[in-house]
């Protein structure tokens, strides 16, 4: 099993490129299924997540074909059919739902497998199921799957009870091609919603009003063959912005769109943190001396639950008594142990986190309990006297594109090893001494 071995205290420094957002490339690379013409998506990230429903779209019939760096996917969907969607791979990722409403949006008919992903909390598909009701789609759920079946798709008006990222956007598949318009009240307003809007709009989609309080789809009969681009990774940018922040580093942060990252970067400004913004870049700088906050995560344009295990990773290091409040997910503090172990003060009471900020952590062997916890662990590691290392580095690179590589590109001590290699381990220890 792989895992990162990191020598701590080298404050990054230098430039980082951002890839293509993994949450967007979920939901742009299904929504090809609703189109029977090649489609080209640029800015693809390479993570495990995205290997994982391209496999599952190759078994339903589309055809794959990746660049050699494996940034630009060409889909051709017209042979896909709507068989069931399942296997060992497919079930570990929480972006498989999205099959549901391309396959249900096309042929009327879907067999999807129910979604895994992080444990971070209960995240039911109750208001993905409610859409497609609505829609006119009789669903059922059993045997661990999800079967979705209409003799048409109707347009209808639907009230979301919560803001959910995923079922705004299945419902948006799946409306894409039913007859007369739907409206969706009370959408998620996260930006790669509105970037799955856009492909959808470039193949001849009709849809209006995303990032807005109400979303109106008027059904089209077909959608045809497209070349887009996906908007940069936010979280991946954010995660680097709070790693510069946290080892007193300087980093320009290349290829994001500073609108989507207001809410982190106004939290690093409050705490004493450098930021400067251009075009298409984040310059984030700091001499190490960093204030406390109070925050709480909230849906866009909210600060974002997928930035809370990096901020409190930052905030164990900053001066005070910070509060940290999670709005969105109830077991998204587990990861907190592995911090208490470095040094960090941190209590956990329900869904609020007391950071009491200390002088400095110490190096452990960790592991990381999900995606967005492996990288808050790496950022502690990073800051930290001696050598970490973090296990279960797989649920990392679910979300990050050559993470490490990209964190040994800015000067930072860090390597990716096999736990059962040895030698291996003890070479870098030698090195990091």
Known sequence: MDQYMIKGGVPLRGEVTISGAKNSALGILAAAALCEEPVTIKNVPEIKDIEVLLRAMEEIGARVDRSSDGHTVKINAGRVSPLA???????????????????????????????????????????????????????????????????????????????????????????????????????????????????????????????????RITGVEKLHGSTYSIIPDQ????????????TGGDVV???????????????????GVGVEEADDAVRVFSNGRRGNTRLKTLPYPGFPTDMQP?????LTLSEGTSVITE???????????????????????????VIDGVQGLTGATMSASDLRAGAALVIAGLTAEGV???????????????????????????????????????????KAV
Do not use: W
């Not at 739902?97 to 992080?118: D, E, N």
């Not at 990096?310 to 930052?314: I, K, T, W």
């Not at 998204?332 to 986190?353: C, H, P, Q, W």
């Open 388 to 430: 970490s290392i973090v296990e279960n580095v797989s649920y990392i690179e679910r979300g990050y594109e050559n993470f490490e590589k990209k964190l040994a590109g800015l000067g930072a001590v860090v390597k990716k090893v096999d736990s059962e290699d040895e030698r291996a381990m003890r070479k870098f220890r030698l």
């Open 85 to 215: 969607v399942d296997n060992e791979y497919i079930r570990k990722i929480r972006g498989s739902y999205y099959l549901i409403g391309a396959l249900l949006g096309r042929f009327k008919k879907a067999q999807v497998v129910l979604p895994g992903g992080c444990d971070i909390g209960p995240r039911p598909i109750d208001q993905h199921i409610k859409g497609f009701m609505q829609l006119g789609a009789v669903v059922e759920t059993k045997h661990g799957m999800v079967m979705a079946e209409a003799e048409k798709l109707v347009g209808n008006h639907i009230y979301l009870d919560m803001a959910s990222v995923g079922a705004t956007i299945n419902i948006m598949l799946a409306a894409t091609l039913a007859e007369g318009q739907t409206i969706i009240e009370n959408p998620a307003k996260e930006p790669h919603v509105v970037d799955v809007a856009n492909f959808l709009n470039s193949m001849g989609a009709n849809i209006k009003g995303t990032g807005t309080d109400v979303i």
């Open 253 to 271: 942060i290349r290829n994001v769109i500073p609108k989507h990252l207001e809410a982190i970067t106004a939290k690093l400004i409050e705490i």
């Open 310 to 314: 990096q901020m409190v990773a930052l």
């Open 327 to 353: 709005g969105i997910f109830e077991n998204r503090f587990k990861y907190v142990d592995e911090l208490v172990r470095m040094g960090a003060s941190i209590r956990v009471e329900g869904n609020t986190a």
């Open 235 to 246: 979280i991946e940018a954010g995660t680097f912005m709070v790693a510069a922040a946290a």
